[in-house]
Structures are given as structure tokens and as C-alpha cells.
């Protein structure tokens, strides 16, 4: 009954939000979903590592190992949930974009920009609002994507906080 419950405030989350994007320009949305693709994280952790002595170096070898381990988990969870996205799933949804996979649960676009935002905001306290808010943004575009449900970005949330607390943990 519970997980019936929240299945369809997930859902009916999800179609307040994607509502929001449908007969519109979305390529400001497009935009920032790239951003979380991955290409971003490489250039800040070799821009660190290459001009930044105090602790680019730290800061790229933990984003390495973080990365390492978040993403197999990534992929184990996406093939033990097996849940459909929702615009492969819901009636009359086409995504704004093309998902890179067929399962949803977790985002990793949301669990990669959470990660790397959880890592900045401990190397580098003045630009954790900056990170956590790009982060946050990053999970609300995939929703108005419509690749995701809000319960996929909180769980990749909570896979990128954990595997970044643990690599902070192990390397910091």
C-alpha cells in the first residue's frame, strides 16, 4: 500500500513537472542536462590538478576513485531495479532528449553531478552552494526531460553523496 502510494505521488510529481517543458523551447534544459554528461568533471579535476597546488591533486585523485566505484554501482542498480523510464513507460510522453539507457532508477546524470559537487564542497567550501545548486538543477532537468522520475534523482543523489563521503573518507 505504501509503495503504491508513492508511486503515484512519484508519478504525479513527474507529470507536474515535464508539463512544464511540453510545447516549449527546452534547449536552455538540453543545455544543462550536458552539462552532468561527464566532459565537465574531466576538464575541473585536470584544471585542478594542473593549476590549483593545495589540493587539485587530492581533489582529482578522490573524484578518480569515486568515480571508479560509483559507477558499476550505477549499473548494478539500473539492471537489479529494471524500472522503465518514464517516457518509455507513461502514456503520451515523448523525452525532450534521447536517454542514454533503458532503465531509470537511479539517475546518473544526478548521482555524477552529486558526486562531483559533494567533492568540491569539501576541497573547496566557498563553491558548494554553486555545486549542490548546478547538482540539483542537473536531477530537476532530467524530470523536465522527461527521462526521469523524482524518485530516480533522489536516488542518485543518495548514490553520489554516499560514494563521495566514502572516497573523502578514504582519500582525504
Not at 29 to 44: A, N, Q
Not at 92 to 114: C, I, Q, R, W, Y
Amino acid at each position: 500500500m505504501l509503495m503504491k502510494s508513492l508511486t503515484k505521488y512519484d508519478t504525479n510529481l513527474f507529470y507536474r513537472l515535464y508539463r512544464l517543458t511540453q510545447k516549449r523551447d527546452c534547449s536552455s534544459i538540453i543545455w544543462l542536462s550536458k552539462t552532468g554528461d561527464g566532459y565537465l568533471y574531466f576538464v575541473i579535476g585536470m584544471l585542478l590538478w594542473a593549476f590549483e597546488p593545495e589540493h587539485g591533486e587530492l581533489f582529482l585523485y578522490t573524484a578518480l576513485m569515486a568515480y571508479a566505484l560509483e559507477l558499476p554501482i550505477y549499473v548494478l542498480l539500473k539492471k537489479m531495479f529494471k524500472r522503465p523510464r518514464p517516457c518509455d513507460f507513461l502514456m503520451n510522453l515523448t523525452a525532450h532528449v534521447t536517454p542514454s539507457d533503458k532503465f531509470s532508477l537511479p539517475s546518473g546524470h544526478t548521482a555524477a553531478a552529486t558526486l562531483m559537487a559533494s567533492i568540491i564542497a569539501h576541497y573547496y567550501p566557498p563553491f558548494a552552494v554553486l555545486a549542490y545548486s548546478w547538482a540539483a538543477l542537473i536531477g530537476l532537468s532530467r524530470v523536465l526531460l522527461g527521462v526521469h522520475y523524482p524518485s530516480d534523482v533522489i536516488a542518485g543523489t543518495l548514490l553520489g553523496c554516499t560514494i563521495a563521503t566514502l572516497s573523502i573518507y578514504i582519500l582525504g
